[in-house]
């Protein structure tokens, strides 16, 4: 019943700024680890940031230094702020929920967000 909503992606020029964010609906329940993943065309999806519900967080190496994921635990939203973006950032981003907790359950089951096209110029 968890469903993910993404926005923030646009067209920016190479060295601009973007910030993603990706609220879960619903109520009554606490994501577990957040993630942003990203396909570019005639690739695999990867990851790009990983935060978990302390705020330990996991960056691939391109985006290190650049990227930096952020998330409201109160609101099931999860952040992404792109600074000094490349063109090869250029991708559909995609949020991720990996499990979520709701009373005495879990649901292990991830939960992906609709994605979100990043266009980065030259």
């Known amino acids: 019943q968890v469903q993910l909503v993404e926005s923030g992606g646009g067209l920016v020029q190479a060295g601009g700024s973007l910030r993603l964010s990706c609220a879960a609906s619903?109520?009554?329940?606490?994501?577990?680890?957040m993630g942003w993943y990203r396909q570019a065309p005639g690739k695999q999806r990867e990851v790009v940031a990983q935060?978990?519900?302390?705020?330990?967080?996991n960056y691939a190496d391109s985006v290190k230094g650049r990227f930096t994921i952020s998330r409201d635990n109160a609101k099931n939203t999860v952040y992404l702020q792109m600074n000094r973006l490349k063109p090869e950032d250029t991708a559909v981003y995609y949020c991720?929920?990996?499990?979520?907790?709701?009373?005495?359950?879990?649901?292990?089951?991830?939960?992906w967000g609709q994605g979100t096209q990043v266009t980065v110029s030259s």
């Open positions: 935060i978990n519900p302390g705020w330990r967080t």
């Open positions: 991720n929920v990996e499990g979520y907790y709701s009373g005495d359950y879990y649901n292990e089951e991830p939960i």
């Open positions: 619903g109520s009554g329940f606490s994501a577990n680890v």
